[in-house]
């Protein structure tokens, strides 16, 4: 089974705003978001820090629970990430 395929949320320092993304490589992922490149939602608002993620065997199941989670509120999408991640840790280094 292949597991790099993954949804993710980042926020910022502050954990206000938050960014639900699909990847196949969330290493290569993350750091282009770091990149910070202008005019992106991720760079505007400083979304570096990575709170909580899930691995699929398949692209379509993460597009598909991405698409999911994005329909949710925001505080059943705080409740997901308190749940895994109750102190909002960035868990970037812990993946890698």
Request: charged letters at 25%; glycine letters at 4%; hydrophobic letters at 30%.
């Amino acid at each position: 089974m292949d597991k790099n395929s993954c949804v993710y949320i980042l926020t910022n320092s502050t954990n206000t705003v938050f960014y639900i993304g699909v990847t196949n490589n969330l290493s290569r992922r993350l750091a282009e978001h770091k990149e910070d490149r202008p005019g992106t939602f991720t760079a505007k608002y400083h979304l570096h820090k990575l709170v909580y993620f899930e691995q699929f065997s398949s692209i379509e199941n993460a597009i598909e629970r991405e698409t999911r989670l994005k329909g949710w509120s925001r505080q059943k999408k705080i409740d997901l990430i308190r749940f895994a991640n109750p102190d909002f840790n960035d868990l970037q280094e812990s993946y890698l």
